[in-house]
Every structure is written in structure tokens, then in C-alpha cells.
């Protein structure tokens, strides 16, 4: 599937991994591993764009004009499953400013409702990575950036592992303006509006709360 905006990381490394996150028998381990080097792959694509600055500094043998980042990045992580993926960019940017929004989708509508926020103050400069590993019926990253947007994000991508093509289509129609990267776009939703054929419930298996 080719959709505008749209960015799908195919780096062998990230399908390896990804078909070990979608395998049924992967315990929380390996899950947990393997979901950490998916999200860094995703993350380095959509930090490409970031901005350098100079900065001089002192090698232990020389003077070096080096590079630090230029840009102010806000990491807003969808709760519960977006913070796996918090933990991969923490890596990369430790002092990351993070917001939190915490949704969770009705068992029964798959509407998903807010019970959480905590954000910081949010500038129309600030880069804004909006992550979730499961992009489903798209309503978790519809709500939340809608949230971003009144809060005066204007530049933001969203991160995502799985998609389907019914989420996309909801956020590209609602939010053009928006990048997605993700690992894969898978073919549908099923009558519980889960991923097919996906990976299951993230949360469930990286927190290991599945029954
Ligand atoms: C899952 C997932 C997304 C959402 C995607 O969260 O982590 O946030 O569903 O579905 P959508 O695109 O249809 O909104 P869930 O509600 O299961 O909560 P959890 O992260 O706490 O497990
Ligand atoms: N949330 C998940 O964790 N998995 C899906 O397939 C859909 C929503």
C-alpha cells in the first residue's frame, strides 16, 4: 500500500523483529526486546528531519566543531502501550520533555475514552512525536492530537508499529498535515476492531498482563 504521508520502515533488522513481535508464541522477554529495537528504527526515520547546530568542542587530543540538536522535541506517548516505545526514544534523547495521554478503548465499541493528561506547555516550534504502537480504528491518534493541536502543537508525527488502513484513512483525512511512520500496514480490522492479522493486544503482551 502506497498512501501519501504515509512512511513504512522496511529495514530488514525491523521486518526480523516484527515477525517476532506478531509470532503467538513470543513470551514478554523477547516481546519486550524485540518491540525496543522496532521502535528505534521507527524513531530514527522520523527524526531524520531534525535540526542540527554548530557547537565547538574539545576532543581529549583537539578542537572539534561538532553538531547538537537544534530542535526542541515533546514526546507524547499514548498510555498504556505507548510507553514501550517512550523507552526506545529515552535512549536516543534522555532529557526528552514527555506528555502523557492515557486512553483506552471500550472492550465492546472500540471507542476509545480519555482517563489521563498531563501535558507540558506546548510552542508552535516544538517537534511533537505522538507514539502508539497500535494504530487500529485511528480514534486513540485522532483524540490525541486533536488534544495537541488545542494545545498549539503545530508540527507533530505520528510513530505506530501496525497499522491498518482504516486508522490511517481517519487520521489522514483528519490531520493531512501529519506524517505516520510505521513498520507495517496491515490488511484490515476484525469485528473487535483488532488488527489482522497484527500482532494482539501490545499492552497485554509487552506488560504481560494477558490471561
Ligand atoms: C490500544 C493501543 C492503542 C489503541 C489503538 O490501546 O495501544 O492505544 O488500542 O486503537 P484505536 O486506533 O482503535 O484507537 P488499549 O485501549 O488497548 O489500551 P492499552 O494501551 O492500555 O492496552
Ligand atoms: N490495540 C491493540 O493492542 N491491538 C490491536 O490489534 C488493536 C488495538
Same mark, same amino acid.
Given at each position: 500500500?502506497?498512501?501519501?504521508? /504515509?512512511?513504512?520502515? $522496511?529495514?530488514?533488522?525491523?521486518?526480523?523483529? +516484527?515477525?517476532?513481535?506478531?509470532?503467538?508464541?513470543?513470551?514478554?522477554?523477547?516481546?519486550?526486546?524485540?518491540?525496543?529495537?522496532?521502535? !528505534?528504527? +521507527?524513531?530514527?526515520?522520523?527524526?531524520? &528531519?531534525?535540526?542540527? @547546530?554548530?557547537?565547538?568542542?574539545?576532543?581529549?587530543?583537539?578542537?572539534?566543531?561538532? !553538531?547538537?540538536?537544534? $530542535?526542541?522535541?515533546? #514526546?507524547?506517548?499514548? +498510555?498504556? =502501550?505507548? +510507553?514501550?516505545?517512550?523507552?526506545?526514544? &529515552? $535512549?536516543?534523547?534522555?532529557?526528552?520533555? #514527555?506528555?502523557? /495521554?492515557?486512553? @483506552?478503548?471500550?472492550?465492546?465499541?472500540?471507542?476509545?475514552?480519555?482517563?489521563? &493528561?498531563?501535558?507540558?506547555?506546548?510552542?508552535?516550534?516544538? !517537534?511533537?512525536?505522538?507514539?502508539?504502537?497500535?494504530? =487500529?480504528?485511528?480514534?486513540?491518534?485522532?483524540?490525541?492530537?486533536?488534544?495537541? !493541536? %488545542?494545545?498549539?502543537?503545530?508540527?507533530? /508525527?505520528?510513530?505506530?508499529?501496525? %497499522? =491498518?488502513?482504516?486508522?490511517?484513512?481517519?487520521?489522514?483525512?483528519?490531520?493531512?498535515?501529519?506524517?505516520?511512520?510505521?513498520?507495517?500496514?496491515?490488511?484490515?480490522?476484525?469485528?473487535?476492531?483488532?488488527?489482522?492479522?497484527?500482532?494482539? $493486544?501490545?499492552?497485554?503482551?509487552?506488560?504481560?498482563?494477558?490471561?
Amino acid at each position: 500500500m502506497k498512501t501519501e504521508g /504515509v512512511t513504512v520502515v $522496511d529495514h530488514p533488522l525491523l521486518v526480523h523483529s +516484527l515477525t517476532i513481535l506478531r509470532k503467538k508464541e513470543t513470551g514478554t522477554e523477547e516481546f519486550r526486546r524485540h518491540a525496543g529495537i522496532v521502535s !528505534k528504527m +521507527l524513531i530514527l526515520e522520523a527524526t531524520k &528531519q531534525l535540526t542540527l @547546530e554548530d557547537e565547538h568542542i574539545e576532543t581529549p587530543l583537539a578542537p572539534f566543531e561538532g !553538531k547538537r540538536l537544534a $530542535d526542541d522535541v515533546v #514526546v507524547v506517548p499514548v +498510555l498504556r =502501550a505507548g +510507553l514501550a516505545m517512550l523507552f526506545a526514544l &529515552q $535512549d536516543f534523547l534522555p532529557s526528552v520533555r #514527555v506528555g502523557f /495521554v492515557g486512553l @483506552e478503548r471500550d472492550e465492546e465499541t472500540a471507542i476509545a475514552r480519555e482517563y489521563y &493528561q498531563k501535558l507540558p506547555k506546548i510552542f508552535a516550534s516544538h !517537534k511533537v512525536l505522538v507514539i502508539d504502537p497500535m494504530l =487500529a480504528t485511528g480514534g486513540s491518534f485522532d483524540d490525541t492530537l486533536n488534544l495537541l !493541536k %488545542a494545545k498549539g502543537a503545530k508540527h507533530m /508525527v505520528v510513530i505506530c508499529i501496525v %497499522a =491498518a488502513p482504516e486508522g490511517i484513512e481517519r487520521v489522514r483525512k483528519h490531520h493531512p498535515e501529519v506524517p505516520i511512520i510505521t513498520a507495517a500496514v496491515d490488511e484490515k480490522l476484525n469485528d473487535k476492531a483488532y488488527i489482522v492479522p497484527g500482532l494482539g $493486544d501490545f499492552g497485554d503482551r509487552y506488560f504481560g498482563t494477558e490471561l
